[in-house]
């Protein structure tokens, strides 16, 4: 089970915009869309940022949006703060007797300049 | 307030086998649609699944690390407990619990997670 491609790094200034990409299979990324995007500050357990390719938790900030392309799923952060420094991952369901039930990506550092 | 914590040895010996605690709270895995993953994460490494276990006691693997694995659970206790047999020092990893949905897919609330680390 070969893990999503990410890019290694993305970075962009305050209050600017970026996207990172998340690339996959028809049988993960693009066959369901229980894609997710996890946020990880250095030293800390991962955080749930994007469930269902768009859906954000109660609690994350709306400057985080989530999307989906064929095998490609994609997570934008507007209004880049200083905060949102950190890595990224976005993972998806699979089903298939002889892959695994779950792949992540690869990961992204996200950094502000 | 959903809530776990895993427990275990910091430090194993190659070919030991390691067993993981992950004790949780604010839910329940009996109730449909609750499950319990087991994620790890080598230092400077991206996240790897390694196991599930759902409300049904179905269970699933790492097809790559399947015949090293078991997972198991204690409803009673709120706990499940993950085993890997013949540990490596590439093993050696961050290793977190995350309650899952068995409907969305989504690992919604993590541990702290524990570091283990395998080495003679």
């Known amino acids: 089970q070969s893990a999503l491609t990410q890019p290694a790094s993305v970075s962009g200034s305050p209050g600017q915009s970026i996207t990172i990409s998340c690339t996959g299979t028809s049988s993960d990324v693009g066959g369901y869309n229980y894609v997710s995007w996890y946020q990880q500050h250095p030293g800390k357990a991962p955080k749930l940022m994007i469930y269902e390719v768009s859906n954000r938790p109660s609690g994350v900030s709306n400057r985080f949006s989530g999307s989906k392309s064929g095998n490609t799923a994609s997570l934008t952060i507007s209004g880049l703060q200083a905060e949102d420094e950190a890595d990224y991952y976005c993972?998806?369901?699979?089903?298939?007797?002889?892959?695994?039930?779950?792949?992540f990506g690869t990961g992204t550092k996200v950094t502000v300049l | 307030q959903v809530t776990l914590r895993e427990s275990g040895p910091a430090l194993v010996k190659p070919t030991q086998t390691l067993t993981l605690t992950c004790t949780f709270s604010g839910f329940s895995l009996s109730t449909s649609g609750m499950c319990v993953s087991w994620i790890r994460q080598p230092p400077g490494k991206a996240l790897e699944w390694l196991a599930l276990i759902d409300w049904d006691d179905d269970k699933y693997y790492s097809t790559s690390l399947k015949t090293r694995l078991t997972i198991s659970k204690d409803t009673s206790k709120n706990q499940v407990v993950l085993t890997m047999t013949n540990m490596d020092p590439v093993d050696t990893a961050t290793y977190y619990c995350a309650r899952t949905s068995g409907y969305d897919f989504t690992f919604d609330y993590w541990g702290q997670g524990t570091l283990v680390t395998v080495s003679s």
């Open positions: 993972s998806s369901y699979t089903s298939s007797s002889t892959l695994n039930n779950y792949v």
